[in-house]
């Protein structure tokens, strides 16, 4: 993708974190980008700020979408399709995570969490997949270190991004004879909202999100030729316990 200003960019959860940075470095590029969120005052608020600071040319839109709905995860493309013509790259973010014991653990956020993080993802390039073959376009799922490494309470969370960078990798070798290329990305602790944090000078250790924008603007931009289909991304010197 060697003129990134012609491209359009769906981004699932983009209103903050991750995807809104990925959105950020996507609109310096003179993309055009729609983020979703489950609230459509959420997208579209956040879709004003990221126009109120683009000074490339791109624009950004805000759509209500539930990942875990794949007629809404539908209804949000075929928008896309008809504000921008088409969808070039698909950026499957949105996730949460659920804490707990699998004792304490309830069957709700067990099923919040799979659904959210592992099924949305399918649902993602289900009702995008059209467009990304007419496009040869990319793939991105984000998944997380946590889907490699498993660790106490995270018996929910270290399923969905086990899951999510096994399916993406399964997808990646269905859809490359498309000319499709897909990358799971998969970062340890970033400076974001998930979970509750409010980030501030505290994080300054943490991986920041135009760090992940910028990793997604060299994905896109490499060589077709060659394809860094998962990649792990961790804090270079996190604090010491």
Do not use: C
Request: overall charge neutral.
């Amino acid at each position: 993708m060697k003129n990134l200003s012609t491209k359009v960019a769906f981004i699932t959860g983009g209103t903050k974190g991750i995807g809104f940075g990925v959105a950020e470095a996507m609109m310096r590029e003179g993309m055009n980008v729609a983020i979703t969120s489950r609230t459509k005052e959420a997208a579209e608020e956040a879709a004003k700020l990221l126009n109120s600071q683009s000074k490339e040319g791109g624009e950004a839109i805000g759509l209500e979408a539930d990942v875990r709905d794949f007629a809404s995860q539908e209804k949000a493309a075929k928008e896309v399709v008809k504000r921008f013509g088409k969808i070039d790259v698909v950026i499957a973010n949105a996730g949460l995570g659920h804490f707990a014991a699998v004792e304490d653990l309830t069957i709700e956020q067990w099923k919040e969490t799979i659904d959210t993080n592992l099924t949305g993802p399918f649902y993602s390039l289900k009702a995008t997949i059209e467009q990304l073959k007419v496009n040869k376009g990319y793939y991105i799922t984000i998944s997380s270190l946590a889907g490699t490494n498993f660790f106490k309470g995270g018996s929910a969370y270290n399923a969905s991004k086990f899951g999510v960078t096994g399916f993406t990798q399964a997808a990646m070798l269905d859809v490359r004879d498309y000319g499709i290329k897909v990358t799971t990305i998969m970062p340890g602790s970033v400076a974001t909202h998930f979970n509750g944090n409010e980030p501030d000078k505290k994080d300054d250790w943490k991986i920041q999100k135009e760090d992940i924008g910028k990793l997604v603007i060299d994905l896109l931009k490499m060589h077709p030729r060659t394809l860094p289909s998962k990649i792990e991304v961790r804090p270079t010197t996190p604090p010491s316990n």
